[in-house]
């Protein structure tokens, strides 16, 4: 409940994993009642279970969509024990291209941890099956970089991110607040990726990843020279390299390197004899999707593909190994080898067989997480633990280097970036507590002279499952649309078509502000209906006349008006009457086929005949709909600026239609070919005896006396104590203790005259 309330006030982030570590990335985001989900990664160091986020700590369920910033493990294994174990039913969305290579990494994380679990206690520990992978598949949705899209009032967009093919940055807007998601993300142009890309629209809150630290990279070129020179003098001696890569990423990369040297330095080389291996289970899957996006690469890489109408993946140098049953282990070589943590599997294989020789080498080139081997390798011991045989232990003697080319900024980059930024809210992610913490402290200096201004910058470093909880003001951004741009163009000289302001509580007023700065001298107050659309946190301002035309929605969410009075006369007449006044009337029902005659011919208006049980139902001007049955005219419509004007005519037609002339025109047709007086006189009683009755109801009575024909036609009004006797025959007041009633017998009277003399 708590958290409910917290959640439509203000900003909340929720680290379920990634926090002051790398592994397990999982981030929440909160804002007015939405929740987006940020990665769904495993921990490298652990298994099973273990390795997951801690996702008990929130309700899945909740979640409205989650955005999958690239296909390494640690921020995508663990989507498919969300989508298929979980209460999770959000839309999940990823690049093309990270779907592609992510179909296939799963599929042999399926199998590679599935691998040491022979007891049925082990199978437990198993996060998902092939069959949750190919059912959660389909339901992944793909964006495109560049593209934003709106789920229910939460719009995202990807930006390219460099660390990987297909990786993303994604910024999210929730009615108006912008968060940017970073996730894993690299400045640098190597040989096959962009670097990021700094969003064209500013950010309030930027959650960032803080790998490196405060660490600065050696410059690029320096350690590709390292790199090369280090395997070089590694063959050269006779000895073996490994390097421990992700089967995807990164070791393309390298490759990259790798074969443009031996090409460049095959005689040195001992006459290329000293051969490369790329060791993986996906090595041949793979290059095909890095095939198919090269158009999503750099200039350059595209640039060599167009030229040499090949694959510039397909490497010269460098041989494929699907398992190390094929590969005869000679002499020296160069071998690239999944995984990159040395957690289990091909590179494991290969650093206990080669670690106890001094002439080997064992080169580490990505980010190596604490708690694998790949970090603990590093530190030199002097054996190592077997993963086959756990009771041995395995001397290590070879040669360890660590040359950096993990995709990930350094600080001088991190800092450049999060600067262009501008966001005023910094969380801190992917990075261990040390390096995070120095980072933390490092911007705070950065931005010190900010301390205490409107733009001061916050850091936070929350760990897993600690909430920050941020506030915003909610500045309303009113998008005017319509006439009242116009309004407001010809008040102002500049151009605006976007103004912020608050809606003032009393009236529908913007006060507009210029381009986010307040027109001091000259305040601009338009009116107009602020249109509120909650569910997507739209906020237009639109001028009355224009409501209709720019929400049409609207009528769906508000009432239908429904108004029944009683009509005494015939339901041609009213047809006449609505036919002169609306061009567009639908005929619904028409029982007496009034509506297809196209002389209308009443007959004689008499009391027997106005009775009529026939039904009449029109449909007026498209949404205002007219029932007459039984002298009950009922007319329902949905309530708009447009309906009701249309009812309201309607209605003014239905109660005028018996006393307006033309009724009486029409009704009286017989009198011009020549009745007796007697009759026609009756007729005009009977008209301004209506007009009676109109006006004063039940309160006003025609006595006729049928006996006494030649006596006056007498009409008693009675109000409370104020009664009037009329003679009808004479059209005079006889008899009235009030002046002001008389007053409104006398007009009455005098409109009857009028409208009953001419015509006959
Ligand atoms: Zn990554
Ligand atoms: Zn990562």
């Known amino acids: 409940m708590e958290q409910e309330q917290v959640a439509k006030t203000s900003f909340r982030f929720f680290?379920?994993?990634?926090?002051?570590?790398v592994g397990r990335s999982c981030h929440i985001l909160q804002y007015k009642g939405k929740t987006v989900m940020l990665d769904a990664g495993v921990h490298p160091a652990h298994q099973g279970l273990a390795s997951l986020p801690f996702y008990d700590e929130f309700d899945l369920s909740t979640v409205d969509i989650l955005l999958i910033s690239h296909f390494h493990l640690d921020h995508a294994a663990s989507l498919p024990y969300v989508m298929q174990r979980t209460n999770f039913h959000g839309r999940v969305f990823m690049t093309h291209p990270t779907k592609a290579i992510y179909r296939w990494l799963l599929?042999?994380?399926?199998?590679?941890?599935?691998?040491?679990?022979?007891?049925?206690?082990?199978?437990d520990e198993n996060l998902y099956s092939d069959e949750d992978l190919a059912e959660s598949f389909d339901r992944i949705e793909t964006i495109d970089?560049?593209?934003?899209?709106?789920?229910?009032g939460i719009k995202f967009t990807a930006f390219h991110a460099g660390h990987v093919l297909g990786a993303a940055m994604f910024q999210i807007e929730i009615a108006g607040l912008r968060v940017l998601f970073t996730g894993d993300y690299s400045r640098?142009?190597?040989?096959?990726?962009?670097?990021a890309e700094v969003p064209p629209l500013p950010s309030d809150v930027l959650i960032v990843e803080s790998t490196f630290g405060t660490a600065t990279h050696e410059p690029r070129v320096n350690r590709e020279r390292k790199l090369t020179q280090l395997i070089h003098s590694t063959v050269m001696r006779g000895g073996r390299v490994l390097l421990p890569v992700f089967a995807l990423g990164r070791a393309q990369e390298i490759m990259l390197i790798l074969d443009e040297y031996w090409?460049?330095?095959?005689?040195?080389?001992?006459?290329?004899?000293?051969?490369?291996?790329?060791?993986?289970?996906?090595?041949?899957?793979?290059?095909?999707?890095?095939q198919t996006y090269v158009n999503m690469m750099n200039d350059d890489i595209r640039k060599k593909f167009r030229d040499s109408q090949s694959n510039p993946f397909i490497f010269k140098n460098i041989s494929y190994l699907k398992n190390l049953d094929e590969f005869q282990d000679f002499g020296p070589s160069v071998m690239l080898a999944s995984p990159g943590m040395l957690q289990n599997g091909l590179s494991r294989d290969l650093l206990e067989k080669w670690c106890p020789d001094d002439k080997n080498l064992v080169l580490i080139t990505g980010y190596s997480v604490e708690g694998t081997m790949a970090k603990f390798i590093m530190l030199e011991p002097d054996t190592i633990p077997s993963i086959n045989n756990p009771d041995m232990t395995i001397p290590r003697r070879c040669q360890v280097e660590e040359i950096s080319f993990a995709a990930h900024v350094d600080f001088r980059e991190n800092l450049e970036f999060i600067e262009k930024i501008g966001a005023t809210n910094i969380i801190l992610v992917h990075g261990e507590s040390n390096p995070m913490g120095r980072l933390k402290s490092a911007l705070l200096s950065n931005f010190a002279s900010l301390k205490g201004t409107e733009t001061e910058v916050h850091v936070f470093n929350p760990r897993n499952c600690v909430a920050v909880d941020l506030e915003f003001k909610g500045i309303k951004i009113a998008k005017a649309v319509g006439n009242i741009v116009d309004e407001v163009t010809n008040v102002l000289t500049s151009k605006i078509n976007v103004f912020s302001g608050e809606k003032s509580e009393e009236k529908d007023v913007i006060q507009l502000e210029d381009g986010g700065k307040k027109a001091d001298e000259e305040e601009t107050i338009v009116s107009g209906i602020l249109v509120s659309d909650e569910k997507n946190f739209d906020l237009n301002l639109v001028s009355l006349s224009d409501l209709r035309d720019h929400h049409m929605d609207l009528s769906t969410t508000v009432l239908k008006e429904r108004q029944t009075i009683r009509v005494d006369c015939k339901n041609e007449l009213i047809y006449w009457h609505l036919c002169q006044m609306f061009g567009d009337i639908e005929v619904l029902i028409d029982d007496e086929g009034i509506t297809h005659s196209k002389d209308i011919n009443p007959q004689e208006n008499s009391e027997d005949n106005k009775k009529s049980s026939q039904e009449l139902e029109l449909r007026i001007m498209g949404d205002v709909k007219l029932n007459i049955i039984d002298n009950v005219a009922t007319l329902e419509w949905s309530q708009s600026i447009m309906s009701d004007s249309v009812a309201d005519s309607v209605m003014a037609i239905l109660l005028s239609v018996d006393s307006s002339p033309a009724s009486i025109k029409r009704s009286s047709h017989k009198c011009e070919h020549g009745h007796d007086e007697e009759h026609n006189e009756l007729w005009k009683i009977k008209q301004v005896a209506r007009l009676f009755k109109e006006q004063f109801g039940d309160c006003f009575t025609l006595l006729l006396n049928k006996d006494s024909v030649n006596e006056d036609v007498q009409g008693v009004i009675t109000i409370g104590k104020n009664s009037a006797h009329v003679n009808m025959t004479k059209m005079t007041v006889d008899e009235c203790n009030s002046n002001p009633l008389k007053g409104r017998i006398e007009s009455i009277l005098n409109i009857g005259t009028d409208l009953v003399a001419p015509l006959c």
């Open 145 to 152: 970089y560049h593209s934003t899209m709106d789920v229910n």
């Open 107 to 123: 599929s042999d994380f399926v199998k590679v941890t599935n691998i040491g679990s022979t007891s049925p206690l082990d199978k």
């Open 188 to 195: 640098e142009v190597d040989r096959h990726l962009n670097s």
């Open 263 to 290: 090409s460049q330095h095959a005689n040195e080389l001992a006459n290329g004899q000293v051969p490369i291996f790329y060791a993986s289970n996906l090595a041949r899957k793979c290059m095909s999707v890095f």
């Open 15 to 21: 680290g379920l994993g990634g926090s002051n570590e």
